[in-house]
């Protein structure tokens, strides 16, 4: 039981050293970088869209849908992080390895959006749509400013994930339990 004890002790160790040196490299590399406004910039502005150009009837139900989008995402996120497929660079806020931006933001209100334009469609069509456009577009454009950086996963892997979120967030967006009392 000591040895199990002490294997748990040195591995706390050695992580709390990590943590200090990330949180010192994000203070001296990240924070107020230009990477850093845009990532500020990005919840900013998308929260401004969002509040600007919501269905004001619809904001309950897409509130849950994206909460889903969010918590869902975050936690692929922390898996591929901590299995070392993906990283995330000049992260927002040090004390993740997420890139909240991304996950608490930029895809809840862009799914959000997507299920209330055009509500006729169908959310298979508009799920492959949003994929390929997060997949196809929107990681690679992360990759390229140095936001993301893939190490063992290929843009066509998050193409099915997505559509999953999509129809899973649309999903509970349709419900129609979500009367006011």
């Not at 998308?46 to 975050?74: N, P, Q």
């Not at 299995?83 to 862009?110: A, C, K």
């Amino acid at each position: 039981m000591a040895n199990k004890t002490l294997i748990y002790d040195r591995y706390f160790e050695k992580q709390s050293e990590l943590h200090d040196e990330k949180l010192q490299i994000w203070m001296d590399y990240t924070l107020f970088s230009w990477r850093w406004w845009l990532g500020v910039f990005l919840i900013l502005l998308l929260v401004g869209f969002w509040i600007k150009f919501r269905k004001k009837e619809s904001t309950d139900r897409l509130l849950y849908a994206g909460l889903f989008v969010a918590i869902f995402s975050s936690f692929l996120d922390m898996i591929g992080d901590f299995l070392g497929i993906w990283d995330y660079r000049y992260e927002v806020f040090p004390l993740t390895s997420n890139y909240l931006p991304w996950d608490l933001v930029l895809l809840p209100i862009s799914m959000m959006f997507f299920i209330q334009v055009k509500p006729k469609i169908s959310p298979i069509i508009k799920a492959v749509v949003y994929s390929a456009l997060a997949s196809f577009i929107g990681l690679p454009l992360l990759t390229w400013i140095g936001l993301y950086k893939p190490i063992h996963w290929n843009y066509l892997y998050s193409f099915p994930i997505l559509i999953v979120i999509y129809l899973s967030g649309s999903y509970i967006a349709s419900r129609g339990n979500f009367e006011r009392l």
